[in-house]
């Protein structure tokens, strides 16, 4: 606390001295606040001995305006030293303050999330045909699309994923034959651990996990980078190229993704079944040409190609949330980070969601 | 298409409106760039400078009014023929934009693969054309990530430039420069008027900038054009607004706020 200000009472007010700083403002508020001018009245302060000023002593005396104001009264300054009178130039006063913004009230809240909840759906649903349509138009007009970037994509979205992928269904194949044949023992079934992988790899786990997998490693990045582009203004400068952002970001990460995705759930259904094998050979002492006889007659080509659909479907999915969440950007980078996570929870419920479709579905055609 | 030719406005707006939700930002503002000018944007901070910029690009839609870039309607414009028109225009971003994921060559190629047959040794020889242009021929083969701000610019500028542009739009194009370096920007902002009768439209606060290029100025002051016309001219205007922007008052002045000084000594 500045030990160099002295607030001495006066006929008609306050007579301020010495360094009038952050530290003197409480007492110098304080003494105010005791001599509270009745409405009408006038407070002198003196401000003839201050050597030193700074801006939260000139926000202190503006303070004691203000409220003085508020009450009918009034504050003045007298005879301010050269020093004070510098620093009360300095800074300039609005004339009215103006109100921070209400906060929605409940319904208005409600209401306000429900519309921009409809507006996110139409602008998914417009992203979902447009896309669609300039998949179809690159398609088309191959000769003009950039083949290039679209290896590259593929080379990120599946080569560069296959380690996880390979990883992670290997130890799921593993974990779910364990976990099924401490139960098929019991009966003397050890062998259906063959039919239990193959089919619920095949159909369920291969394109799930690398479903999971892709949403969060390439789904995010789809977010992230055309997110950062919104930022940085590169969609506009492509738009005002005269180049359709869509099919010059788009394409390539739609063609991509739905590209590689089977192809990656076919290694997860390799290495998945591989796990289970293992897992037969190793520890239920099954013979290898066993386990491959049941399995082979526990799969068909329905359930295959039903899985491979399935992960072509929640590839395209993925895809369009990542694009869709990314060209939602707005504002700086706070709101890449946000839009991507938000991107990759809105991917993983529609893979869930679709999921329990397809099941529902194939579970109907079979 | 050679650039410079005819007189009717390149960029036309009439009685534009822009409106950002509740808030509106332009209240129907009217405003022309003749064939080889540099027209200047001027206004204070949320004044609605760049608002009207992108209007003018058809990046955003106008809330009201009518938006018309060489002489063709942009509000109703889509497809193939908005992408023709934009082949006829150039913009300079305030950052760059450059596409991180591409060479500067790349960058500035982008618009000649995609809108015109020529051979690729073609492309490539107008890429150096422009980069020499801008002093960046060395950095052909390099990514944005690895020039500085001001390098960035410059190759910026070369891919707004590379269709041979009637219009150019620059946002802010001095901001983040050095002062060397933005009168360099000028002075090739000026050539490429006085050479190819490009017009182009500026939007700045610099004020050794604005009196060096511009040959004519719009201020825009809360969404409304208070002067329009030569700079000369502009600068007389008898607004607050116009005083503070050309130093002639102080900005708080011109807002009619009082010191505290005034306030606590009961003066003013």
């Given at each position: 606390?500045?030990?160099?200000?002295?607030?001495?009472?006066?006929a008609?007010?306050?007579?301020?001295?010495?360094?009038?700083?952050?530290?003197?403002?409480?007492?110098?508020?304080?003494?105010?606040?005791?001599?509270?001018?009745?409405?009408?009245?006038?407070?002198v302060?003196?401000?003839?001995?201050?050597?030193?000023?700074?801006s939260?002593?000139?926000?202190?005396?503006?303070?004691?305006?203000?409220?003085?104001?508020?009450?009918?009264?009034?504050?003045?300054?007298?005879?301010?030293s050269?020093?004070a009178?510098?620093?009360?130039?300095?800074?300039?006063?609005?004339?009215?303050?103006?109100?921070?913004?209400?906060?929605?009230?409940?319904?208005?809240?409600?209401g306000?999330?429900?519309i921009?909840?409809?507006?996110?759906?139409?602008?998914?649903?417009?992203?979902?045909?447009?896309?669609?349509?300039?998949?179809?138009?690159?398609?088309?007009?191959?000769?003009r699309?950039?083949?290039a970037?679209?290896?590259?994509?593929?080379?990120?979205?599946?080569?560069?994923?296959?380690p996880?992928?390979?990883?992670?269904?290997?130890?799921?194949?593993?974990?779910?034959?364990?976990?099924?044949?401490?139960q098929l023992?019991?009966?003397g079934?050890?062998?259906?651990?063959a039919?239990?992988?193959?089919?619920?790899?095949?159909?369920?786990?291969?394109?799930?996990?690398?479903?999971?997998?892709?949403?969060?490693r390439?789904?995010?990045?789809?977010?992230?980078?055309?997110?950062?582009?919104?930022?940085?203004?590169?969609?506009?400068?492509?738009?005002?190229?005269?180049?359709?952002?869509l099919?010059?970001?788009?394409?390539?990460?739609l063609?991509?993704?739905?590209?590689?995705?089977?192809?990656l759930?076919?290694?997860?259904?390799?290495l998945?079944?591989?796990?289970g094998?293992v897992?037969?050979?190793?520890?239920?002492?099954?013979?290898?040409?066993?386990?491959?006889?049941?399995l082979?007659?526990?799969?068909?080509?329905?359930?295959?190609?039903?899985?491979?659909?399935?992960?072509?479907?929640?590839?395209?999915?993925?895809?369009?949330?990542?694009?869709?969440?990314?060209?939602?950007?707005?504002?700086?980078?706070?709101?890449?980070?946000?839009?991507?996570t938000?991107s990759?929870?809105?991917s993983?419920f529609?893979?869930i969601?679709?999921?329990?479709?397809?099941?529902?579905?194939?579970?109907?055609?079979? | 298409?050679?650039?410079?030719?005819?007189?009717a406005?390149v960029?036309?707006?009439?009685?534009?409106?822009?409106?950002y939700?509740?808030?509106?930002?332009?209240?129907?503002?009217d405003?022309?760039?003749?064939?080889?000018?540099?027209?200047?944007?001027?206004?204070?901070?949320?004044?609605g400078?760049?608002?009207?910029?992108k209007h003018?690009?058809?990046?955003?839609?106008?809330?009201?009014?009518?938006?018309?870039?060489?002489?063709?309607?942009?509000?109703?414009?889509?497809?193939?023929?908005?992408?023709?028109?934009?082949t006829?225009?150039?913009?300079?971003?305030?950052?760059?934009?450059?596409?991180?994921?591409?060479?500067?060559?790349?960058?500035?190629?982008?618009?000649l693969?995609?809108h015109?047959?020529?051979?690729?040794?073609?492309?490539?020889?107008?890429?150096?054309?422009?980069?020499?242009?801008?002093?960046?021929?060395?950095a052909?083969?390099?990514?944005?990530?690895?020039?500085s701000?001001?390098m960035?610019?410059r190759?910026?500028?070369?891919?707004?430039?590379?269709?041979?542009?009637?219009?150019?739009?620059?946002?802010?194009?001095?901001?983040?420069?050095d002062?060397?370096?933005?009168?360099?920007?000028?002075?090739?902002?000026?050539?490429?008027?006085?050479?190819?009768?490009?017009?182009?439209?500026v939007?700045?606060?610099?004020?050794?900038?604005?009196?060096r290029?511009?040959?004519?100025?719009i201020?825009?002051?809360?969404?409304?054009?208070?002067?329009?016309?030569?700079?000369?001219?502009?600068?007389?205007?008898?607004?607050?607004?116009?005083?503070?922007?050309f130093?002639?008052?102080?900005?708080g002045?011109?807002?009619?706020?009082?010191?505290?000084?005034?306030?606590l000594?009961?003066?003013?």
């Amino acid at each position: 606390m500045s030990t160099d200000f002295q607030c001495t009472d006066s006929a008609d007010g306050l007579v301020l001295a010495g360094v009038l700083d952050r530290d003197a403002v409480p007492v110098m508020l304080k003494a105010l606040a005791r001599k509270r001018p009745a409405a009408g009245a006038r407070l002198v302060l003196d401000l003839s001995g201050i050597v030193d000023m700074d801006s939260a002593a000139v926000a202190g005396l503006v303070t004691a305006w203000r409220h003085a104001q508020a009450s009918g009264a009034e504050v003045t300054v007298h005879a301010p030293s050269p020093v004070a009178q510098r620093a009360l130039q300095m800074f300039r006063v609005p004339d009215e303050i103006i109100p921070p913004p209400k906060p929605p009230g409940l319904f208005e809240g409600v209401g306000g999330q429900v519309i921009e909840g409809l507006r996110a759906g139409r602008d998914f649903l417009r992203l979902t045909v447009d896309g669609s349509l300039a998949v179809l138009a690159a398609l088309w007009g191959w000769r003009r699309t950039r083949w290039a970037h679209l290896v590259e994509q593929c080379i990120y979205i599946g080569s560069q994923a296959l380690p996880i992928v390979g990883l992670v269904s290997l130890l799921v194949g593993l974990t779910l034959a364990f976990q099924s044949a401490y139960q098929l023992q019991q009966f003397g079934a050890a062998i259906y651990v063959a039919d239990l992988i193959g089919v619920s790899v095949v159909r369920e786990m291969g394109p799930l996990i690398t479903a999971i997998l892709v949403a969060g490693r390439s789904g995010s990045s789809i977010a992230a980078e055309i997110g950062t582009m919104q930022v940085s203004e590169e969609i506009d400068a492509l738009k005002v190229m005269g180049l359709d952002p869509l099919r010059f970001l788009a394409v390539p990460r739609l063609l991509a993704i739905v590209l590689m995705v089977p192809l990656l759930t076919a290694l997860a259904d390799l290495l998945g079944i591989l796990g289970g094998f293992v897992v037969g050979i190793f520890y239920l002492d099954i013979a290898w040409s066993a386990f491959a006889t049941q399995l082979l007659k526990a799969l068909n080509a329905f359930d295959l190609m039903s899985g491979l659909f399935k992960a072509a479907a929640f590839a395209y999915g993925i895809g369009l949330i990542g694009l869709h969440f990314g060209f939602s950007v707005r504002g700086g980078a706070g709101e890449v980070g946000r839009t991507t996570t938000a991107s990759v929870v809105a991917s993983l419920f529609y893979i869930i969601l679709a999921d329990s479709v397809f099941s529902v579905l194939f579970y109907v055609i079979l | 298409m050679i650039p410079g030719h005819g007189t009717a406005p390149v960029v036309e707006t009439r009685q534009l409106i822009a409106k950002y939700g509740e808030r509106t930002v332009l209240r129907g503002v009217d405003f022309a760039v003749k064939p080889g000018e540099i027209k200047v944007i001027l206004g204070g901070s949320g004044g609605g400078k760049s608002t009207l910029l992108k209007h003018c690009l058809g990046l955003i839609e106008p809330a009201g009014g009518e938006v018309r870039l060489l002489g063709q309607d942009l509000t109703t414009l889509k497809g193939r023929a908005r992408e023709q028109l934009f082949t006829r225009i150039g913009m300079l971003f305030q950052y760059g934009a450059l596409l991180g994921s591409l060479t500067i060559a790349e960058n500035v190629a982008l618009p000649l693969v995609h809108h015109t047959d020529l051979p690729k040794d073609v492309v490539s020889e107008i890429v150096r054309l422009k980069l020499e242009l801008v002093e960046l021929g060395h950095a052909e083969h390099m990514l944005p990530s690895e020039l500085s701000g001001g390098m960035r610019k410059r190759a910026a500028l070369a891919r707004a430039m590379v269709m041979d542009p009637e219009v150019l739009f620059c946002d802010e194009p001095g901001a983040g420069l050095d002062p060397l370096t933005s009168a360099e920007l000028d002075e090739l902002l000026m050539r490429l008027r006085d050479r190819f009768g490009m017009a182009v439209v500026v939007v700045t606060h610099e004020l050794m900038s604005i009196e060096r290029i511009a040959d004519s100025a719009i201020m825009l002051v809360q969404g409304l054009p208070v002067a329009d016309g030569p700079l000369d001219e502009v600068k007389q205007v008898d607004h607050p607004e116009i005083r503070a922007f050309f130093g002639r008052v102080a900005a708080g002045e011109m807002r009619g706020s009082r010191s505290a000084l005034e306030i606590l000594t009961g003066r003013g």
